[in-house]
């Protein structure tokens, strides 16, 4: 099928034609025969980089042009920036894109004039809590990535999110995006939506098992020629050798960073003069970037055109090496699998250099087949490569025979709704009930019936699950009563639209409720107590540690369960050693002695930091119902994790291009105040922080500099609107 004989409007088709596509893939025709642009709801579930964006695109479009407005939903931040990048480009058409990635307890009503909105699920859920007025204009809903819904801590949003638009937005055409899951039709049935069920893909996909020295395919084996002690490396410079890319999918971080720097030399030896110099500018930009050992690392790996990518990195060193790689500067990056969910960096060879993950229940086990097709599909770089390799490395030939079977004659696995649980419920219950989607016990069973959960387990009866937490909330002054009316109190309402869990906010209000001293770890603790907060792990050597520190502090905590408890106590202390990281960010502790002290990643600390923010300020708002003398300790400790800093640099930190460091200089050599600065020495301010800034510094506060550049003020509001909670969760 012709793009020209589409219904769409000749711009869009321009568009396209000038990027090239000129025929729709085999499973785009099927979508657009099952009606994809006479508004018909589709699930599309086929194979990575088969054309699934540009079906949602066509969607959209076709939804505009009716005058309506489309929700592109995603899991990640990182993929809604993305599909935020790649939407940009309708501006020719006339048509604006929006990105939503404000604080959770805001209705981002701005958003309202544009004619795309790209947000995660957890986003438009609190969009949805918040009753945002455009989400009932919303007449075209994409849903990407939607087999995860088969993930414990997204899946429940997401199905509740689904349920939601599509009781408000019954007229609404749902698109949703999967990738090959063995029950796509339940899910289709669920949606209401037509099947397009396809493993076409545009670039032909061999998939291998790398054991002894050759990699055994179905047709033939491959011999891959010994430059190196290790495999995987002979693997990844046969790539290169071959002009060609790698993604190196393996179990843990440090694996990943080993494995690019045991790669890096010998990578190095094969660029020629002018990738050199090419990489030698992204190892600067990644330097500038970061202030770690790790920030080093990269920069060295970065150098020999390979890299690694995990969680831990910060988002400026994620976007350096994804941009580095699809710009075909970086060769290799070796990541954990992260980065297979839906960022976009096909490679010709897709090496899964251990198809084992570690379990904590259960020891080393091997990764589901929907992660191993999800990792395996980003073999082959449509129009570039002649086809893609997903190579699986085994040391036995039982492991050969068990990924035989396993992975490559397997389909994937079916995917399983988690909402049956009292944990992902009582959240949902609450928020439907506040955002009035509900308000008896009758409409409560018929909203949970619509959801996936109850489409899959037909019998399933929510009676007691239900009670259960209708008991909870209602005893925790959530939810009140009267005869068959459910209503939300204002504290439900409240709880509702700051988007925590209501056992996080049972858990602040009853420590709130007891105490009337704090100190920094008293509220850093009693946030890290609640279930919304990803704590460290306790490793065997932090015990004594952070036992000694509890046992000199006890005044700090509001409750101490006794050591006798050991799973409760071993809890606490895990509790404890995240809020003593907490601590040592907000009294301006380096980035790099916390990565040490911690064994942590820059990205997890901003990752704990942006939680623990949205935590304070969720009890800063309860604290102004029960104890607002502790509202200001609150409002203090929320801005200060915000910029890790101490209070008195409050002032300095809001100036743009003043971080933490800068403003403790500034503070040290007498500028302890905007005033001050305002009425500084050019040249005394440029030895402090250098002539560009010290111009920046002046021109913000509005004094005459040789730029006269004047800067947008920055405060706390529009920095916040730049982070979000959603990025870690
Ligand atoms: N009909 C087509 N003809 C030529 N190129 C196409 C066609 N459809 C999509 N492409 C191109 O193929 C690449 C992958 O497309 P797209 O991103 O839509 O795939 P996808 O299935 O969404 O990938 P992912 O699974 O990574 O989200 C893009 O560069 C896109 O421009």
Redesign the pocket.
Known sequence: MK?EELNLPSEAINL?LQ???????PP?ADAVEKGLLQGENLL?A????????????MAMLKAIKKGGKALYIVPLRALASEKFR?FKRFESLGIKTAISTGDFDSRDEWLGSNDIIVATSEKTDSLLRNSTPWMKDITAVIV??VHLLDSANRGPTLEVTLAKLKRLNPEAQVVA?S?TVGNAMEIAQWLEAKLVLSEWR?TDLHEGIFFGDAINFYEEQKFIERRHKEDTVNLVLDTIIEEGQCLVFDSSRRNCVGFAKKCAPVAGELLDRQKRNELEEVAKEVLENGETKLTETLAYCIKKGVAFHHAGLNSAHRRIVEDAFRNNLVKMICSTPTLAA???L?ARRVIIRSYKRYDPNAGMQPIPVLDYKQMA??AGR??LDPYGEAVVIVKTYEELTDVLERYINASAEDIWSKLGTENALRTHILSTIASGFANCHKEILTFLGSTFFAHQQESWNFEELLEDCLTFLKNEGMLEQDNEIIRATELGKMISSLYIDPLSASKIIRGLEKTTHVTDMTLLQLICSTPDMRLLYLRNRDYEIINDYVMNHTEDFIEVPSPFKQIEYEWFLSEVKTALLLQEWINEKSLEKIVENYQVGEGDIYASSDIAEWLMHATLRIASRINPQLEKECAKLEKRIHYGAGSELMELVEIPNVGRARARKLFKKGYSSRQKLATANEKQLAGIVGPKIAQKILSYLGRETDSNGYVEPETLENKKQQKTFQDFI
Not at 19 to 25: F, K, P, R
Not at 47 to 55: H, M, Q, R
Request: overall charge negative.
């Open positions: 793009i396209y990027a090239g596509i000129e025929e729709l893939y785009q599309a086929i194979p990575t980089a088969s054309g699934k964006t540009l079906l949602a695109e790649d990407d990535e995006l990738a545009p839906g960022l976009n096909p599909g980003r449509p129009h």
